[in-house]
């Protein structure tokens, strides 16, 4: 996979307008999260339009509660594997929230976010598996910073109000894949 101006050339380009400069441009760490919505519903083109600020909360009673939400991701991994691009790696996307990385607040400030197209406690496929892995060794590759020590789920740098990617996420076999694609 080929990162091009911090777009990767292989995904669909939606660009969001939840996004801003980065204080410093850092790029040291890489957020794994899940998003289905409604949760445990997969398909549709409900996460672009929030994403994008186009959701129409009458939609769906569960998307009442995310009226005026502002939140991005840089990426998304469907099921299927698709990957949609939301803001170039560049920029600071709102995915993060209120976290805290190694005593660093902000870490929208200095991390790039994955959403995996999943809920915490359902599989994720084999085909979001290795499109991660082949995106993150594509991401190491242009930022340095980001190692296999600065990838993170959600959950450890926002545990008080987050649990995703969730315990279905498999962390040893994405690790040792990802692994094995530097080696290799």
């Not at 672009?48 to 991005?72: A, C, K, M, N």
């Not at 400030?109 to 994720?124: A, K, N, T």
Request: with cysteine; charged share 15%.
């Amino acid at each position: 996979m080929q990162i091009d101006d911090h777009w990767l050339t292989s995904a669909t380009a939606h660009p969001s307008p939840f996004f801003n400069a980065r204080p410093d441009g850092e790029i040291s760490l890489l957020v794994i999260h899940n998003i289905a919505l409604p949760p445990k519903t997969y398909g549709g083109p409900w996460i672009e339009h929030l994403f994008t600020g186009q959701l129409d909360t009458s939609q769906h009673p569960y998307f009442t509660q995310l009226e005026g939400l502002e939140v991005s991701a840089h990426l998304l991994i469907r099921r299927t594997g698709q990957i949609i691009q939301f803001v170039g790696f560049d920029q600071r996307a709102w995915h993060a929230g209120r976290s805290v990385f190694e005593g660093r607040e902000q870490c929208n400030d200095f991390s790039i976010g994955i959403e995996l197209e999943g809920s915490d406690d359902q599989p994720y496929t084999e085909q979001q598996y290795r499109q991660l892995i082949a995106v993150t060794h594509s991401l190491m590759q242009t930022y340095p910073e980001i190692t296999q020590q600065h990838i993170v789920g959600h959950q450890q740098i926002a545990p008080e109000r987050k649990t995703d990617p969730g315990p279905a996420f498999d962390w040893p076999y994405f690790l040792s894949q990802l692994a094995s694609t530097q080696d290799g």
